[in-house]
């Protein structure tokens, strides 16, 4: 079976643009997690997503939005971008609760 | 307020030495993960606790949910368990984490 898949690997992109992740979650999972990872913060929750439907959300400012498709697959989306917002993006995937996720390569998104 | 801590922050080790990478958290938790992450990125999940002790290889897990604490150890360490050692307790409908150990076993 194959395993939690995100595209990009790497992005660069200028300050105050737009940015849209992608992830697409192990067969058959319906709940998809995104993680924001940076040196000085760590790994933070961003949110989750299950059934197309936002089920959970981290303490992130709108500017950080997601959706999730019929498919399971789930895109992140960060606008206005600040240099700040350079991080690695983890998305995870499980089959119904969070409790036992299973993570992709992440995103690396560096903003200049 | 870090909801979890962990200890010590970096740890370098000669090869064969036994390691242990503590973990104290201060919420309610249903569960309590250790995540293995190496250079690039990949995290993988090598245990999910909720009570009592796991092992896996030369990997062991402990919680404590009493005194809401946690170790992972690793016997006859080697080199290719070089990498970031992190905790995550699922309190509630998210995760929160600690901020890693990074563990280099040396030949």
């Known amino acids: 079976k194959a395993g939690v898949t995100q595209t990009p690997r790497y992005l660069i992109k200028t300050r105050g643009q737009q940015v849209t992740l992608s992830c697409s979650p192990i067969?058959?999972?319906?709940?998809v997690s995104w993680y924001q990872q940076t040196p000085g913060q760590g790994l933070q929750f961003l949110f989750e997503y299950f059934s197309e439907t936002q089920r959970n959300k981290g303490n992130f400012p709108g500017r950080f939005s997601g959706r999730q498709f019929s498919n399971s697959r789930s895109e992140m989306n960060v606008s206005t971008l600040e240099l700040g917002d350079s991080a690695l993006y983890l998305c995870a995937s499980s089959l119904g609760t969070i409790i036992e996720q299973y993570f992709g390569p992440g995103t690396r998104l560096t903003v200049t | 307020k870090n909801e979890v801590e962990q200890s010590p922050q970096n740890l370098t080790a000669q090869e064969g030495e036994f390691i242990t990478i503590n973990c104290s958290y201060s919420v309610g938790i249903s569960a309590l993960h250790w995540l293995q992450q190496h250079p690039g990125g990949g995290i993988v999940s090598l245990f999910m606790l909720s009570s009592g002790k796991k092992k896996h290889g030369r990997l062991i897990a402990t919680i404590n949910i009493q005194e809401k604490h946690s170790s992972l150890h690793i016997t006859a360490s080697h080199p290719r368990d070089s990498a970031v050692y992190i905790c995550?307790?699922?309190?509630?409908?998210?995760?929160?984490f600690g901020t890693g150990t990074s563990l280099t076993v040396i030949p």
């Open positions: 067969s058959g999972h319906r709940s």
């Open positions: 995550a307790v699922l309190a509630g409908n998210q995760f929160y």
